[in-house]
Each structure stands twice: as C-alpha cells, then as structure tokens.
C-alpha cells in the first residue's frame, strides 16, 4: 500500500539571509544536543553539538542556542546559501545509561532560493 | 576525511528472506549504532554496541534483529526473516567514545532496503 510520511515543517529563505530552524526536545534528562543536516538520499550529517552546561555554541556560519527551561534547542545559519537546502534535524542524547542512543526530533525542511 | 561506508546502497529483497547489511564504521571508533529512517520520517534509533556487546537497544530491534562485529572492520545488521513494514533506509554511525561524552556520532550514507 501507499506509505504516508510526516508533513515536514518547512522553512523558506532567500539566499543571503539569516535562517531559524527550532526544535523542541522531550527529555529534561538529555545532556547533548546535536543538528544534522540530511540532503536528499543521504545520510546524516554532523553540523554541531551543544552540551546542557551551555546555551550557546557558534561554529561556521552556525550557532546553537539551547534553553533547557523550555526544553528548546535552536540553529540559526547566517548568510544561508542554496548548497544549504536540506532537512535540518535536531537530535537529543546523552543520556546515562542509554547506549549512546540519540533521540531525533521530526525535521525542518530548508529552502533556499536564489 | 574518514568515513562510515555501507553496502549495498540499495537491496531488494522478498518478503520473508534474511538480509544482511554490512559498514565499515570510523577505524579509531569504539562504539557503533544502527538507525533505519522509513521514508519521509524521522531517523529511529534501533542499537547501539561496544566491545562486543549490546549497549542499548530500542522496541523495535527485536528477535528478527541481530548484530554482529565479525571482525575488526565490519560491523552487520541481519534481519532473519523480513516484513514489508522493514523498508526503510539504515543508517549506520560510529563514534569514538559514547555519546554522553559529547563527541560526535558520524552517519553512513545509508542502506536502502525495500521488502517486496
């Protein structure tokens, strides 16, 4: 039969602007924090983490910001380029005693014009 | 850069039939994961494992499941006997230490498997 798949949140962008992509996260326990990047037929791929000691983290281009009174974890991209369309995936671990197991949330879908 | 590889890419098998999939996990890494991401879904955790062992597994790693480090490059995913609910695409990762040390969980571009 036909498989239905999740509406994905979309977010759409010019290409030069600031992009904002959130994700709330479900467990108060989690300890780290990462954002994927996944194009289309690939696998997942590491942009940057953020430990829960911290509220934010910068890298190229990127920065992470974490509220973990709200359980909520942001990547905001600047100067966001066409090679940046993807789905943007948010993803939880850390916790003790879990294997190392990450928690994924739903997904965002970035589209960048040009 | 070092790399997770996967085979095959992509396998089509008959319902009921045993699959096995295979990765090269990072040489330097310790700990290796399995995810599967059924189409247009989010990425599920399914186990994790590290000297020899099962870390952690998830609900939906069960009987039919099993992994194997058969020597010491490979790591394998075998489904005994498939269903047409296991199409999905298996992402293996590997990390050198375990995840609550915050290092990163690196992805393989993944194993496509459609269960006909």
């Known amino acids: 039969g036909e498989s239905v798949g999740l509406h994905l949140p979309t977010l759409s962008v010019q290409e030069g602007d600031n992009s904002i992509i959130n994700c709330a996260y479900s467990?108060?326990?989690?300890?780290?924090f990462i954002w994927y990047k996944q194009e289309s037929g690939k696998g997942p791929q590491f942009i940057i983490d953020?430990?829960?000691?911290?509220d934010k983290r910068q890298g190229q281009r990127v920065t992470v910001l974490l509220n973990k009174t709200v359980k909520h974890l942001s990547l905001q991209i600047a100067a966001t380029q066409p090679g940046d369309s993807a789905v943007y995936f948010c993803?939880?671990?850390?916790?003790?005693?879990?294997?190392?197991?990450?928690?994924f949330g739903q997904g965002t879908e970035l589209s960048v014009k040009p | 850069e070092p790399e997770v590889t996967q085979t095959p890419s992509h396998q089509v098998t008959q319902m009921g039939q045993e699959v096995i999939l295979r990765c090269v996990p990072i040489?330097?890494?310790?700990?290796f994961y399995w995810y599967r991401q059924i189409l247009g879904q989010k990425v599920e955790f399914l186990v994790s494992?590290?000297?020899?062992?099962?870390?952690?597994k998830s609900e939906i790693f069960d009987d039919q499941f099993s992994v194997e480090r058969p020597d010491g490059s490979n790591f394998t995913l075998k489904i005994r006997s498939t269903k047409l609910e296991d199409s999905a695409m298996y992402f293996c990762?590997?990390?050198?230490?375990?995840?609550?040390?915050?290092?990163?969980?690196?992805f393989g571009e993944g194993s496509w498997l459609t269960v006909v």
């Open positions: 953020i430990r829960s000691n911290m």
């Open positions: 993803a939880e671990g850390g916790v003790r005693n879990q294997g190392g197991k990450l928690i």
């Open positions: 040489s330097n890494h310790l700990y």
């Open positions: 494992f590290y000297n020899n062992e099962i870390s952690e």
């Open positions: 467990n108060s326990a989690s300890d780290y």
């Open positions: 990762a590997s990390s050198e230490f375990l995840g609550i040390s915050g290092n990163t969980i690196y």
